[in-house]
């Protein structure tokens, strides 16, 4: 099995946003639509300043809820753990923008599609790297297996200062100056989404089934006792 | 039988016409009101329904669900805009009297729904004397009364879903997806009872010419038909 995660050491980011823009060339994105962001973190006052920046993109929920509202299934969780989005299958209800805890998607008004960050799940399968990652000129930036024991990824996460994202793909290193704050927040379940997805949904299609149900066995009835009167009395009152 | 004492060959009020064998029920407004609200809502559900049950999706394909987004929204505008203003202009006494009715319900009303369940299923039953609307009438309205506007707001909340934070949306989402079943459920029972069931469908003459016949409005309406018959 493959389970793929991503670290990344955001105390060695540069904040050259190189990542950004080798996404966005590797996925032909317009410039205003960035699968992975990178933003400047200010700490302190002038003049003792520290500067540092923190990236994030789509962070490969574990249980991913863009995927439980996507109601054509173009947005699913593939079994080795980058959740993806077949565009052809998108309809652009935007479902899953609203569903995503960690803004991770935008709305393509041109394709009338919504994009976000693939965890560059067609080159994996190819043998190839994210791009964001090929390109981070700092090595701030690592995928790998969890489930290759001998995967360099594992040296890393194991540092007692990596944060994991619970819930998530993702592990960070902050810079000393930088607090948990400034990293997605753990994944929490919306109740919201739960209530729609896993309550009003099968609650409301059983409702309205069983009252298709009941107006057929009124139908049924009242045809079986009209056809029983029939010839009896012509019309009933 | 009713003797025709006002001669009511185009009935201006709801209340007060009565012909030989028949009696005037809802006005033209009235009528393009109900139409519009009936036909926009089921070509809403319609195209609804596959874009939150994956079951139907499935059927429709993307192209297909796209297509129905666009009428979706499209459906949407007569159905925001067209029905209020119609019964403002057009209808508004009897508007103001539906809103008023159908919120009261007297004893008669409650025993209605008993009696309409055995009915339903074809067991006898006496049904109780019923005003302008019998009881479930006034449930269908309710659910319309508070439904429309739940689904208007909602709905064009989530057209321009991305400007509201994700947090509200979602409770928005599931409000516009759960009401929408549930009037789902009443225009089921709502169309069913109007065409096919006995006793029931001879009313729906009301909703096309407006009349509907004496015979069947004493015995289903009786306090209305005294109210405009005096009988």
Not at chain 1, 28 to 35: C, E, Q
Not at chain 1, 77 to 106: F, S
Not at chain 2, 123 to 145: C, D, H, R, T, V
Request: net charge neutral; proline share 6%.
């Amino acid at each position: 099995m493959t389970r793929y995660a991503y670290f990344v050491d955001l105390s060695l980011c540069a904040g050259c946003e190189a990542c950004t823009v080798a996404c966005q060339a590797l996925n032909g994105l317009d410039w205003s639509i960035r699968y992975t962001k990178v933003d400047r973190m200010l700490v302190g006052t002038y003049p003792n300043v520290m500067s540092s920046f923190v990236t994030t993109q789509c962070l490969h929920c574990d249980d991913p809820p863009c995927a439980a509202v996507c109601p054509t299934g173009a947005t699913y969780k593939t079994a080795d753990g980058p959740v993806k989005i077949e565009y052809e299958n998108c309809i652009g209800c935007e479902y899953c923008i609203t569903a995503c805890p960690y803004e991770a998607r935008t709305y393509d008004a041109a394709a009338g599609v919504v994009r976000k960050c693939s965890f560059c799940y067609d080159r994996l399968q190819e043998g190839e790297r994210p791009a964001c990652e090929q390109t981070c000129l700092t090595g701030a930036r690592l995928m790998g297996d969890l489930d290759d024991p001998d995967d360099p990824i594992h040296e890393k996460i194991s540092a007692p200062d990596v944060i994991h994202i619970e819930g998530t793909s993702f592990y960070y290193r902050l810079p000393e100056h930088i607090d948990r704050a400034a990293l997605p927040a753990d994944f929490k379940p919306s109740a919201a989404t739960f209530a729609w997805q896993s309550i009003i949904q099968p609650v409301g299609q059983i409702m309205m089934g069983s009252t298709l149900a009941a107006v057929l066995l009124s139908l049924a009835v009242n045809a079986f006792k009209s056809r029983g009167k029939e010839g009896a009395q012509d019309g009933n009152s | 039988m009713a003797t025709a004492r006002i001669g009511a060959r185009v009935p201006a009020r709801e209340e007060a016409a009565v012909q030989q064998d028949k009696v005037y029920r809802f006005s033209l407004a009235s009528r393009l009101a109900h139409w519009n609200h009936a036909l926009t809502f089921l070509l809403l559900l319609f195209t609804g329904m596959g874009l939150v049950a994956r079951g139907i999706s499935g059927l429709v394909g993307p192209e297909g669900l796209r297509f129905f987004g666009q009428l979706h929204r499209w459906a949407a505008v007569p159905f925001t805009v067209l029905t209020i203003p119609i019964l403002f202009f057009g209808a508004r006494k009897a508007a103001l009297r539906w809103i008023n009715e159908v919120f009261r319900f007297d004893r008669d009303d409650l025993r209605f729904f008993p009696a309409f369940v055995r009915e339903f299923f074809g067991m006898k039953a006496e049904s109780p004397p019923q005003g302008k609307f019998n009881a479930g009438e006034k449930i269908n309205s309710i659910l319309q009364i508070i439904g429309w506007p739940t689904m208007v707001i909602t709905g064009w909340m989530m057209v321009y879903k991305t400007s509201f934070p994700p947090a509200v949306m979602q409770w928005v989402i599931m409000v516009h997806s759960g009401m929408a079943m549930l009037l789902g459920c009443a225009v089921l029972g709502h169309i069913y009872l109007a065409t096919l069931m006995p006793g029931f469908r001879e009313g729906l003459s009301g909703m096309i010419s407006g009349w509907v016949p004496a015979k069947w409005a004493k015995d289903h309406y009786r306090k209305w038909y005294k109210e405009i018959t005096g009988e």
